[in-house]
T-cell receptor, first 112, second 111 residues
Framework: DADVTQTPRNRITKTGKRIMLECSQT?????MYWYRQDPGLGLRLIYY???????NKGEISDGYSVSRQAQAKFSLSLESAIPNQTALYFC???????????FGPGTRLTVL | TQLLEQSPQFLSIQEGENLTVYCNSS?????LQWYRQEPGEGPVLLVT?????EVKKLKRLTFQFGDARKDSSLHITAAQPGDTGLYLC???????????FGSGTRLSIRP
């Protein structure tokens, strides 16, 4: 079984809709991250959480919100989706101080 | 703005050739990671380097961290089609709360 899972894997939605992307991990890591990947732009950090009570904005948090429901679960919401939020979204965990991250398989989101 | 620049952006070479990918910044990192990503999947960790001047080998892949801990390189010897993918470097600042990613090098190995 995969250590970091994401649901859904693919999602097509319309402008203005609210959607939630979910991430679960079995690695026992406290730190969890949400990234967005666009062609030619690498991975950009949306939000990160160091424990259930600690939520921090990343470099591109506008238009997004997150919830850390438990150590193992970190969800990303788009309150009112817009077309330029079309991208690949990745969840990641980190267990050490050395920076190594473990990624989920990603969610491909299309906003029409 | 803190940047991590990777070069080249794209690289297409023949099987058996050698190649080097670079990751450069003006910032000092406490550690640097290299990841490989295949289409439809998340990045997978290849290596972490921590000490300035450190060299790590992973089969045909050699990773080097610059002496000043501002840059890194990935050298592949005798490239194979299975090496095809997007290679990403990521640097972590000493505060341990911030990690930035390079934009990646897309590598294609022709049989």
């Amino acid at each position: 079984d995969a250590d970091v899972t994401q649901t859904p894997r693919n999602r097509i939605t319309k402008t203005g809709k609210r959607i939630m992307l979910e991430c679960s991990q079995t690695k026992g890591h406290d730190r969890m991250y949400w990234y967005r990947q666009d062609p030619g732009l690498g991975l950009r950090l949306i939000y990160y959480s160091f424990d259930v009570k600690d939520i921090n904005k990343g470099e591109i948090s506008d238009g997004y919100s997150v919830s850390r429901q438990a150590q193992a679960k970190f969800s990303l919401s788009l309150e009112s989706a817009i077309p330029n939020q079309t991208a690949l979204y990745f969840c990641a965990t980190r267990g050490t101080s050395r920076g190594e991250q473990f990624f989920g398989p990603g969610t491909r989101l299309t906003v029409l | 703005t803190q940047l991590l620049e990777q070069s080249p952006q794209f690289l297409s070479i023949q099987e058996g050739e050698n190649l080097t990918v670079y990751c450069n910044s003006s910032s000092v990192f406490s550690s640097l990671q290299w990841y490989r990503q295949e289409p439809g999947e998340g990045p997978v960790l290849l290596v972490t380097v921590v000490t300035g001047g450190e060299v790590k080998k992973l089969k045909r892949l050699t990773f080097q961290f610059g002496d000043a801990r501002k840059d890194s390189s990935l050298h592949i010897t005798a490239a194979q089609p299975g090496d095809t993918g997007l290679y990403l470097c990521a640097g972590m600042y000493s505060s341990a709360s911030k990690i930035i990613f390079g934009s990646g090098t897309r590598l294609s190995i022709r049989p």
